[in-house]
């Protein structure tokens, strides 16, 4: 291991860590130190560890061995508290709040400032939120109920969080994901006076020039495994991309080029109140169109409202020019709509079911006879579909919960390209899976809509929205920011977009 | 994904006493049965001018006591998205263990204590076995309901307490009080403020909302989830029990079936009383006042000539009210949240 300054002992340290969570290794051998006034950079493909490596230093997750160290001492984190008590303050991707507490509340749970006999001092805690809050130069009552704030304003909230305790570790996993540009500048500047005065901080973005912005250096994981560490200094955004991807862009996404047909799925004008506003857009037969934006634009309600799990209150949804009626799923299907959800464990897959069994999910009533299913067909249906997936199993009666990541989404995919859909929306197709099964359900989406599928493709990966569509539509605070061919899609334009940077009309 | 997209699981807001319009819904909420129950006393008292003589108030105050106590202990367990459905069993035990050793010539205070420490030695194993087993608490508490009546069942066989076993002290305790105040209602209204206060004022108390409102943050959060649940189980316990020995009291007589069924009634008041069983919102003083609802229309309905057996249909009525107002509310303030997200959202755009 390479590390440019070993004399100094590091405020937090990981050395061999090593965790798996039943068949998946989420991280092998991995080493990470973290310097007062420094601040270092995670990358990584999503999935390559660094959740769990930041829940590892949180004290969420014990590793299965190596060790966390606390200047330079191992120590044995039971649990957040440990984490927390040590100076070690994280902000998560997904602001975790409690909706019925208020934001003050919220900020200080567990250690709100008390007066004589242990009583909460109510008064002290507000005053000292609003003195947060201030200090971060944002207008939030630290009165109100976290229920209905926006996801920046939740986000807000986890930094004065963490401000409130002075930290003497900062971990942020993408914290500015959902701010603006303005809120981001605001951000950096409150990290930057941590740092000069001491704190270490472990940030994580998948905006690279952030990386070079913020860091000094630089930590690279991939497929859970350590690739490199190393000063900031005289990288370049290509060097690092090569670190986590470990190969060519190009082998990654293997975009066919295709002939395309009508109009498959057409979205007009669709509105759900307070979720998003006014969405038109169309898919044609044989294309792949991307909708990006930020965590929280409305991307994922949107499907959802296509699809019927929620209902819309204005607009209309046509697929192959028949009207869908809102919030009803099962006419959605007949009409040929297929949804791959974004949380596979919770919304696509019976865990506790069989491979088989949750591939006929869909096809209860094709492989049933007189109300009585028939076993014989099921398995045929389902080996079927498994096999032309090529998902990697021992037994189609084997538990799905027993599969990888990659092999469960191949599983939802088969549930549901068995139905012969028209149209297939696909929210987060790759998230948490590994780098090689990435690539064949990149090539398995290529070569569906070369056969003529047309594919809505919602992802926050984008090298994956560069790579694998043919026109990007991008959402911002639950309206279409921007509609963007692909020969003028850049990370640059996508981003700019997602974040109301731009406002090209859609 | 964006929070507003959710529906409100429960009328939203804490015990913080600030000036949202949300925390005026919940304050709503606990007026609004407020207002039921004055309403139905005064009508009452209309059609019956001898309803709230000072007997009268005594006997529903008496009559309240025990479910308001039990349901004090149900919320605080509630409120941490959990149940407990072995509190009628934890009463009828700690009733017949009081007065087994009450009968033997014991010291009347020590077999309240007696009763308080075996239903927080229930509320241990509950807790226990909710936190560390990872089972719903509907079923570990479903199962330990049983476990618990069935030791009864065995220990005391077909025997019974009477008054006349009880020393006169102790039976007097259970009538007697500040005029129409019995001491039993003294004790209770003390109970409650205790439970109100330490639930809106401490740590602790305001981990129990935390957790409800999102067990996955609280973790996160550094909340000692397990010891919190252990905390609010025992709580739970020690009011049934304490409760029991005031059953002992009250009426002077316990056999091995008392107490049963007795969860269905205090879960019962507790949702009346604006507790949310998702967990995170409420009060005790809500929990207090649907037990206080409850147990009145027992009294009314005689008062008013109605026949008594209509009193569990209204008791369900009452329930699906309770679960309607807290649904319809839930709603309107979602919507309301996600208008205000679409009108700040339309002001950016402009």
Known sequence: MTDPVPERTPVL?????????????????????????????????????????????????????????????????????????????????????????????????????????????????????????????????????????????????????????????????????????????????????????GAAVLFISHRLEEVFALCQRVTTLRDGAWIATEPVEGLTEDDLVRRMVGRDLDELYPKQKTELGDVALSVRRLTREGVFTDVSFEVRHGEIVALAGLVGAGRSEVARAIFGVDRWDAGEVEVDGRRLKPGAPSLAMAAGLALVPEDRRAQGLVMDMSIARNINLTGLRATSRAGLMDRGAERSRAVDWAVRLQVKYARLADVVGTLSGGNQQKVVLAKWLSTDPRVLVVDEPTRGIDVGTKAEVHRLLSRLAADGLAVLMISSDLPEVLGMADRVLVMHEGRLAAEIARADATEESVMAAATGRTRSAA | MTMTAKPAAAPAGSATGSGGFLDRVLKVRELAILVVLVLMLVATQLDNSAFLSEQGVKDLLLNATILVLVGVGEAMVVITRNVDLSVGSVLGVSAFAAGEFLRGGGNPVLGIVIAVAIGAGFGVVNGLLVSLGQVPALVVTLGTLYIIRGLDSVWFGSRQITAADLPSGFVGFGHDGLGAVP????????????????????????????????????????????????????????????????????????????????????????????????????????????????????????????????????????????????????????????????????????
């Open chain 1, 13 to 197: 340290a990981l050395e061999g860590v090593s965790k798996s969570f039943g068949a998946v290794r989420a991280l092998r051998d991995v080493s990470l130190r973290l310097y007062a006034g420094e601040a270092h950079a995670l990358a990584g493909e999503n999935g390559a560890g660094k959740s769990t490596l930041i829940k590892t230093l949180a004290g969420v997750h014990r590793p299965d061995t190596g060790s966390v160290l606390i200047d330079g001492e191992p120590v044995v984190l039971h649990g957040p508290a440990d984490a927390r008590d040590a100076g070690v303050a994280v902000i998560y991707q997904e602001p975790t709040l409690f909706p019925d507490l208020s934001v003050a509340e919220n900020i200080y749970v567990g250690r709100q400032p008390r007066r004589s006999l242990g009583r909460v001092d109510h008064r002290a805690m507000r005053e000292a939120a609003a003195a947060l809050f201030a200090r971060l130069g944002v207008d939030l009552d630290p009165e109100r109920p976290a229920r209905g704030l926006s996801i920046a304003d939740q986000q807000l909230v986890e930094i004065a969080k963490a401000l409130s305790f002075d930290a003497r570790v900062l971990i942020m996993d993408e914290p500015t994901a959902a701010l603006t540009g303005s809120e981001v500048a605001r951000l950096f500047g409150v990290v930057r006076a941590l740092r000069e005065s």
């Open chain 2, 183 to 350: 001491w039993l209602a003294v004790l209770t209204v003390a109970v409650l403020v205790v439970a109100a206060y330490y639930l809106r004022g401490y740590r602790g108390g305001r981990d129990l909302y935390a957790l409800g409102s999102s067990p996955e943050a609280a973790r996160l959060a550094g909340v000692a989830v397990r010891k919190r649940l252990l905390t609010a189980y025992i709580a739970c316990g020690a009011l049934a029990g304490l409760a029991g020995a005031l059953y002992l009291a009250r009426f002077g007589n316990v056999d091995s079936g008392t107490g049963n069924g007795y969860e269905l009634t205090v879960v019962s008041a507790v949702v009346v009383g604006g507790v949310a069983f998702t967990g995170g919102s409420g009060s005790v003083y809500g929990a207090a006042l649907g037990a206080l609802l409850l147990t009145s229309i027992n009294s009314v309905l005689p008062a008013i000539g109605v026949s008594s057996v209509w009193v569990q249909a209204i008791d369900g009525v009452l329930l699906l009210l309770a679960i309607a107002v807290d649904r319809v509310v839930a709603l309107r303030v979602a919507a309301l949240l996600r208008e205000r997200a679409a009108q700040t959202r339309s002001a950016h755009h402009d």
